[in-house]
């Protein structure tokens, strides 16, 4: 288990859209800045590493907001996606590697 600055809310543990409130605490993070994520870890290929879905104001739905993504086993890039974390329309990951872009 790797500890990682939060991407969704880059390490300050505020909500970074002020959605509830200004001071509403990060939903990913849970305030502390940090998350864990099982290692060995690759930067989530459906947001970019941001932490952030695509095109909204919400999670990444691949990562859960993370940035990162454990790729225990993943050798390969995903022949579906051809390793962008999505097929087609970009609001939703890839539904064969998950949006992690490997397989």
Known sequence: MEVITCAF???KGIDPFGIL?????????GGQGEVNVDEPIIKCAF??????HP???LACSAC??????ACK?????CPDC????????????CSFCDGKGIV
């Open 73 to 77: 086993g993943a050798k390969e890039k």
């Open 55 to 57: 095109h909204t104001r």
């Open 64 to 69: 859960r907001g993370k940035g990162s993504i």
């Open 9 to 11: 809310c880059k390490g």
């Open 82 to 93: 051809e390793g962008r974390g999505f097929k087609g329309d970009e609001n939703l990951p």
């Open 21 to 29: 409130s200004e001071l509403a605490i990060c939903q990913v993070c």
């Open 47 to 52: 947001c970019k590493g941001s932490g952030v």
